[in-house]
Structures are given as structure tokens and as C-alpha cells.
């Protein structure tokens, strides 16, 4: 295979996946700022930001791909 040639074995998420992965992430974010009403614990802050860092990521990976840009931006899921 040529230098110039992508290898495509080994692709990334198709961008349903992606659409999917961040509306369960905001859909869980939404729900983390509706229950924060009864106070914000450092759980709660610590998962908020893991959320809005993959959903970042998730975000920009996305934009690429439709941009035709597929680098392998890396996807972390949250813990």
C-alpha cells in the first residue's frame, strides 16, 4: 500500500455512531443538570467535565469526517 493510502480496516465510527454517542452524552448531561438543583457534588462536577471533553472530541471527530478529514481523532469514553 502506498504511503498516500489510507488503510480503511480499520476505521472509526460511522457517523450514526457518533450522532448516537453524543446525544446519549447530552441526553445524560441534561439529566445531570436537572438533579444538580439539589446541590453539585464533585462527582457531579467530575462527570459533568468528562462529559463535555468527549463530547468535544466526539464533536470534532464528526466535523472531519464530514469534512472529509477522518484523522483518528481520539474518542475517549467516560468511565
Do not use: C, F
Not at 468528562?50 to 463530547?55: H, R
Request: without cysteine; positive net charge; hydrophobic residues 35%.
Amino acid at each position: 500500500m502506498s504511503a498516500t493510502m489510507k488503510d480503511t480496516t480499520q476505521s472509526g465510527p460511522t457517523a450514526r455512531e457518533l450522532a448516537e454517542r453524543i446525544n446519549q452524552l447530552a441526553t445524560e448531561r441534561s439529566g445531570l443538570y436537572r438533579n444538580a438543583v439539589t446541590g453539585w457534588s464533585t462527582e457531579l462536577r467530575d462527570r459533568l467535565k468528562a462529559i463535555d471533553g468527549e463530547l468535544a472530541l466526539l464533536w470534532e471527530q464528526r466535523r472531519r469526517a464530514r469534512a472529509g478529514q477522518d484523522d483518528d481523532v481520539p474518542v475517549r469514553h467516560a468511565a
